[in-house]
């Protein structure tokens, strides 16, 4: 059985400070790992994934996360956000079926 | 092209009404998805299809029929539906290659269901 927790439900940032949102899993089996983002009234969009490798891995727009074994941890990282960061978050681990369960959701409102 | 498309954006019916949610992805991919989501929530999955065939159903109520007609194409047909049922409907497509569970799902933009 795998979960995600997602530390944070709301994380409001002023712009161009450093922001990070927090991803909590647990699993029986290989860990893949990826983070979704949603702007309003749209779908979901990768951000980023970890599948092997590198523990450092860099996604689009400037996010970045870091994958730990021993805290089970993804954290979402970015080193200064813009205002059109604004969106909900979300952190998901894969299933051998495929199926992906995510995390309940972090929304980043940042503030001018 | 990592495009996928849902029709329509947004969608009306009464409790009694039919209507159908389409998805449609030119990517080649042989896994495709409907999800739920309700507002503030993260996405539920619904249906997996692989190959053309239903792989899984999340103890779904009959009144969501899905349907898929070719590779590219994933319908919903909706049925007597409930006000609870309001929500946003996503689709998601993924290449299914064997042992391919690190494969990234693309979603569509979602059709925003609203039930009288």
């Known amino acids: 059985a795998q979960s995600v927790t997602q530390l944070d439900s709301q994380v409001p940032v002023f712009e161009e400070a450093p922001v990070e949102l927090r991803c909590n899993y647990s699993?029986?089996?290989?860990?893949?790992l990826f983070w979704y983002v949603q702007y309003p009234n749209q779908g979901l969009q990768l951000l980023l994934k970890?599948?092997?490798?590198?523990?450092l891995v860099k996604g689009i727009n400037g996010f970045e996360a870091e994958f730990n074994k021993s805290q089970t941890s993804f954290h979402l990282r970015k080193p200064s956000v813009h205002i059109s960061d604004t969106a909900e978050y979300f952190c998901?681990?894969?299933?051998?079926?495929?199926?992906?369960?995510f995390g309940s959701g972090t929304q980043l409102t940042v503030l001018p | 092209d990592t495009e996928v498309t849902q029709t329509p954006k947004h969608l009306v019916m009464g409790m009694t009404n039919k209507k159908s949610l389409k998805c449609e992805q030119h990517?080649?991919?042989?896994?495709m998805y409907w999800y739920k989501q309700k507002a503030k929530k993260p996405p539920e999955l619904m249906f997996v299809?692989?190959?053309?065939?239903?792989?899984i159903n999340e103890s779904v109520p009959s009144r969501f029929s899905p349907e898929c007609p070719n590779s590219s194409l994933l319908n919903l047909h909706l049925h007597a539906l409930q006000p609870e049922d309001s929500a946003l409907y996503l689709c998601?497509?993924?290449?299914?290659?064997?042992?391919?569970?690190?494969?990234?799902?693309?979603f569509g933009p979602g059709t925003r269901l609203l039930v009288l």
């Open positions: 998901a681990v894969s299933s051998p079926a495929r199926q992906l369960t």
């Open positions: 970890y599948l092997s490798g590198s523990t």
């Open positions: 299809y692989s190959y053309e065939k239903l792989s």
């Open positions: 990517m080649g991919h042989r896994a």
């Open positions: 699993s029986s089996v290989s860990v893949y």
């Open positions: 998601a497509s993924s290449q299914d290659r064997p042992g391919g569970f690190q494969e990234t799902q693309y």
